[in-house]
C-alpha cells in the first residue's frame, strides 16, 4: 500500500482551495491562487503531511517541473523530494518558477496564508532562512484533497473544516457575502427605519443599498431618516421632500446626487450623510464631496455637520483595489462584510495618544 497520497491536477487543487476559501476569508489572497495551488499539490506530492518524517522547503515548489509533476508513481515522488535538497542538482524539464519566487513562497502563500488559517505548520527548530524542510499540511486540511470524494462529500468535509479552523468573525463574514441574494431575480427589498419598504432591482448595488439602510444606519445613527434612495441609472427609489424642505436642501434629480442620502434626527443637532455605493466604481471623491458640500454650503449647514461614506463589499473585493485610492479624505468607509466596523480617513496628523483615546 502506498504510503503517498493520490493526487488531484494541479487545476483541480486551485479548483478546491477556492472552495475551501471563499469570499470574505482573510488572508484569502495568499490561499487561492495558482501558486497556492502549486505549494499543495508538491506537499501531497512529496508527502509532507502532518505526522510524517518529510518537510517541505520552497524549492521543492519552485524547482518542480511539469515533466517531474507527471511522474507519479511512489519511488519518483520520494526521489524528488530527496533530490531537490541536494546541492546543485537538476530536475529534468520545464520549470513551473524560477528562485526568486522563494520568498513568495514562503512569506505569502505559507506564513501569511495558509498558516493563518490552520491548514500548515512548520517544524520549530528550523532557521528561518534554511533550505532545510520545515512544512507540513495539517491531516484534515490534506484530506479535502482526495479524488475519492463525491461532490456532496466534498462539501460537507470542507464545511466542517471551516467550522473548526476559522473563527467565528471569519464565518459569519463569509456568510454574509454568500447570503447577498445577487440571484433574485425579482429584486431586493429594503426595509426603512421608519418600516416602510421599497424593492430595488436585482444586483449587487441595491444590495450594499440594503446593507446600508438596514444595518448600516440602525448600527451608526441614533434616529436615521432615508432622504434620498436611487439606483443606477439615476433611478429615483425614495425621496423625503417634506423633509428635504424642513431642513433646506434641495434634492434634485439632476443635481449630480449620491446613491443615498442619510439625516441623523440626533437629540442635538442634525448630521446630513452623502453615501457612495461601489459595486465596480464610483467613490466620493474630492471632486465629488466638494459638489455636496456645495449643497450642504447653500442649505446654510456648517461643513461639521456634513459627512461622507463610500460603500464596499468586503475589503477583498476588486471594486475597493481599484477605487481606494480615489476615495476623498476626510470621510469613512464601510464594508457590508463588516456591519460593525466603520474606517475613518483623516487628513492630517493626529497625535496616538489621542487617537488611542478614540480607539478605547
Known sequence: MSELPD????????????????????????????????????????????????????????????????????ASRKKYAEDVLVPGHKIRGNRWYADNTRESIRDETLREGFMQVGAVVSKKD????????????????????????????????????????????AL???????????????????????????????????????????????NFFEKPVVLWLSESGKKVVARDDQLAKKIGIEVNASVNLPDIILVDLTSSAILIVFIEIVATDGAITNRRKEAMYNITDAAGFKRSEVMFVTVFQDKNSQAFRKAFENVTSNSLIWFSSEPNNVFILKEGAIKLSKLKTALE
Open 7 to 74: 493526487l488531484l491536477p494541479r487545476k483541480e487543487i486551485l479548483k478546491r482551495l477556492q472552495l475551501i476559501f471563499p469570499e470574505g476569508t482573510p488572508h484569502r489572497a495568499y490561499c487561492v491562487r495558482e501558486l497556492s495551488a502549486s505549494t499543495v499539490f508538491v506537499m501531497l506530492y512529496i508527502g509532507a503531511l502532518e505526522g510524517s518524517n518529510v518537510y517541505l522547503s520552497p524549492k521543492h515548489v519552485y524547482k518542480m517541473t511539469e515533466k517531474q509533476s507527471k511522474q507519479l508513481d511512489e
Open 126 to 169: 528550523v532557521a528561518t532562512t534554511s533550505s532545510k524542510g520545515r512544512y507540513l499540511l495539517k491531516k484534515q486540511f490534506a484530506e479535502l484533497f482526495s479524488p475519492d470524494f463525491s461532490n456532496e462529500q466534498l462539501k460537507s468535509l470542507i464545511v466542517e473544516w471551516q467550522k473548526n479552523n476559522l473563527s467565528t468573525g
Open 172 to 218: 459569519a463574514r463569509i456568510a454574509l457575502l454568500k447570503g447577498t441574494g445577487l440571484d433574485n431575480e425579482e429584486g431586493v427589498l429594503v426595509e426603512f427605519p421608519n418600516k416602510e419598504t421599497r424593492k430595488l432591482s436585482a444586483g449587487l448595488s441595491s444590495v450594499l443599498s440594503k446593507a446600508v439602510i438596514e444595518n448600516f444606519a440602525i
